[in-house]
């Protein structure tokens, strides 16, 4: 899909990097020829993905411990990326937490433990890592993952709706006022459901049964395969895609489209039966006078 060598001479910092979609995205940049910093708290997985990395594409990929929550762990994370590799070019706001809970049952200490990560730590990261494009003035590409709910609020998850729905009010904001200043552009990927370790030991109860739910929801049938992500993860990173400023672009099967279609939920009934009632429903044509 891409030329090989569409990121070469980038240096890209993934946060939660090690695990995940956020894993797959590190390694298609690593492919399209990046240099990738992946940081997240467990400096272990952290230490073994890069490893992997580096075997599966041959990139330079540099591990670096980082808690977001801590706005200075973000200032040194950003610090070692240009002492190590020099400028930075990219970000990818990936890493988040979450669980399901009834909002009545949620504890503060529970909202803070998300809210932490994904707003606050994100916002860390991104003034950090913006503050250097500044001081580069070369521009980049700052890149966050949402979840469709962004759009729609979500039952159980809210204080992860509430987050990601900051993110995307910092992506709009900063997209016109780092874009004019500094040609800093920000944009966002809101995915549906990708299957990975992470989200479904917090979100999903019973993996086997509720597949076949899930996927019900969604036009195209399937979850979504981190190969799909990573490649429009790519496309936002390049400068190939350097008018595209401010935007969420939604990976979702058409997932929210079919919940929210008055009538889309007859998709779920045989399709020669369903034409068969939609004939049967047609009101028979006037007979022509005389
Ligand atoms: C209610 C909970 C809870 C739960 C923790 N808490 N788990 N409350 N239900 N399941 C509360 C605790 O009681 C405590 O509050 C506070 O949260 C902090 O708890 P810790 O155990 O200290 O949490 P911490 O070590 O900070 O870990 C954060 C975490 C953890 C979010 C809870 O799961 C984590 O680190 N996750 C990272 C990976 C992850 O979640 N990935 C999934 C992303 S998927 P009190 O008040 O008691 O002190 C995603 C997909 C969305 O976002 C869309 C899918 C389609
Ligand atoms: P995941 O593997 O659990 O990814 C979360 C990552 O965030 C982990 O690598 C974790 O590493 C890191 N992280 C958490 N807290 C951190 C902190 N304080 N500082 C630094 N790193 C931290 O789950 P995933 O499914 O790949 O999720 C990746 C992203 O996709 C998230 O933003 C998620 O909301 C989004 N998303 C996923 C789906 C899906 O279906 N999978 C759908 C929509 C959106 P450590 O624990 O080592 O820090």
Request: aromatic share 6%; glycine share 12%; hydrophobic share 45%.
């Amino acid at each position: 899909m891409f030329r090989p060598d569409l990121l070469r001479g980038m240096n890209l910092i993934v946060s939660g990097g090690g695990t995940g979609l956020g894993r797959s995205m590190a390694k298609r940049y690593a492919e399209l020829g990046a240099r990738v910093v992946i940081a997240s708290r467990n400096a272990e997985r952290l230490e073994t993905a890069a490893a992997q990395l580096r075997a599966e594409t041959g990139a330079h990929v540099l591990p670096i411990p980082t808690d977001i929550r801590d706005p200075d762990a973000c200032a040194h994370l950003v610090e070692r990326t240009v002492a190590e590799l020099g400028a930075v070019h990219g970000l990818m706001n990936n890493a988040a937490g979450n669980f399901l809970v009834a909002a009545e049952e949620l504890s503060t200490g529970g909202f803070d433990a998300i809210v932490d990560i994904v707003l606050k730590g994100t916002w860390y990261l991104t003034q950090a890592v913006g503050r250097r494009m500044i001081r580069q003035g070369q521009g980049g590409s700052i890149v966050s993952i949402l979840t469709t709910y962004v759009h729609s609020g979500s039952a159980f998850v809210l204080p992860s709706a509430m987050a990601k729905a900051g993110v995307l009010a910092m992506t709009k904001s900063l997209a016109v006022e780092w874009g004019s200043a500094y040609g800093i552009r920000l944009n966002a990927i809101a995915p549906g459901p990708f299957p990975t370790e992470g989200a479904w030991q917090a979100l999903v109860f019973d993996a086997e049964a509720a597949a076949a739910e899930m996927k019900a929801r969604i036009p195209l049938g399937r979850f979504g395969e981190h190969e799909e992500l990573a490649n429009l993860a790519a496309y936002l990173m390049a400068k190939e895609s350097a008018y595209v400023n401010g935007q969420c672009i939604d990976i979702d099967g058409g997932e929210q489209l079919q919940g929210a279609g008055e009538f889309s939920n007859l998709i779920r009934h045989d399709r020669k039966q369903l034409k068969e009632v939609f004939q049967a429903m047609r009101k028979p044509k006037a007979q022509s006078e005389g």
